[in-house]
């Protein structure tokens, strides 16, 4: 027994939502017809940054590898970019971060580095690309702490090296960090970017956020 549209009153088999195959796809269409018209409007004053293009995880003792082949297959790697705040955390830092990867009470955020590679993943785009190989937009502290800890030059909880954590639940040999990869092509992307994750927290300066916030109008400015 055939049902009847809600709207148009014909008859169908099959009814979604009270309506028939017809009415159902116009109803649809003006969904995204008002999806479009709504994102229009909103994105003269809302930045949008798509999914990065590739996400990875990697164990901590494989880091610092992991980076330098990315360097050699990709034109380079830089750690520390212009718009960084450089090397900033103190050693006291550094040691609070591993313990708490020891202790396993990082959140997935914490445990997290953001790179970016133009190349990465889009081999036929050719549009403009003023970037090339390799930078890290934010993790630069996280990746120090961590290539400081495997290296020797502290240890946690006053008294474990790196080795000392084997064969026990707080080994790091299986620990990993998750890498994202994006592909931007211009850098006043990457430093809206970085301007948007970092403005709202309290970690960087007023002076800080305003220097990156120069650099990107003297981006804009140049185009």
Known sequence: MALICEKCGNSDYKLTKGLCRDCEEERLRVIRATNIANTAVLAKDIPYYQECNYVVDIELHSITRQFNQYAEDWGGFEYNPDFQRGYVWTQEQQIAYMESFVSN???VQQRTITLNC?????YN?????ELHG???VDGLQRVTAIQAFLKGEFKVFGKFTYEDLDNSRFSLRRKTIKVQVFA???????LEYYLLFNNGGTVHSKEEIQRVRAMLEDCKEKQ
């Open 105 to 107: 009470v990082l959140s």
């Open 118 to 122: 133009p190349e990465f993943g889009n």
């Open 125 to 129: 785009d050719k549009s403009p690309c």
């Open 134 to 136: 390799f930078v890290i």
């Open 184 to 190: 931007w092509r211009m850098k006043k992307d990457i």
